[in-house]
């Protein structure tokens, strides 16, 4: 299968999921790359320092092709997970988690980071992340955005064929990046995601809006488990009041 052809079928899941679930943004396709010569034409490069959520934003918003590497990365804790610095003295981690009041204690500062997801130091440069439904890109891991009642959906998909419940693990910051992204690529698991601090505080992800990892090897099984379950969809539909009801009347 040529690479436009496996494209093409990239871009049929992300329209069969805007079919489905009719999200506010476009679900988007995101893949690890070694270095800058694997992005593809047209992406777009930071004119300065991103967040890799913000990164996220962009693209699900503008519907642009943006590329990130570890020379882009404005935030030490992705720049750190992605192997793509080390911090000179890691302790610097620890104490902020302690200053920004996330943990007690540096035992549970270390318990912290230890639980968050990492990739191995250089292995991969940068990151390009594109909407699903025209990717430039054949991904790693498929992110949607949306309200409770979407990722209901989504969760039902993944339930549809074993009928085993799915199970996720928060911690209140490192959402998009690493709770959603990483910990789908690592895993191969699915992912639902409560965004973070940062996601909210630097890409501006809205209060109603939950994040779901999709690992693109499970991203047909998803949407013929969303087809499968015939009796729900989205919009959900509610019951009219017939006749409507005027007081006095």
Known sequence: MSVDTKL????NIGKSLEELLRPHTYPLAVKLVKNTSEFPEGTRRPEQKIAVCQAFT???RYGWTMGVTGEDSGCPGASLKFGWGKIADEALMLQFYLGAGYVSSEAAAKTLDNHLESLEPGKYGGVVISPLARTRIIPDVILVYGNSAQIMRLIQGTVY??????????AGLAGS??????????TGEYQVV??????????LTSDDEILFAIPAAKAEEIISGMRGQRVVKYPIPIPLRMPPAFPGL
């Open 194 to 203: 409560i965004p973070g601090t940062g996601d909210r505080a630097f890409a």
């Open 58 to 60: 962009i693209s699900r």
């Open 161 to 170: 064929k074993e009928g085993k419940a799915l199970t996720s693990e928060f």
């Open 8 to 11: 093409e079928s990239w871009r």
């Open 177 to 186: 990046c690493n709770g959603g992204f990483l910990r789908a690529f690592n």
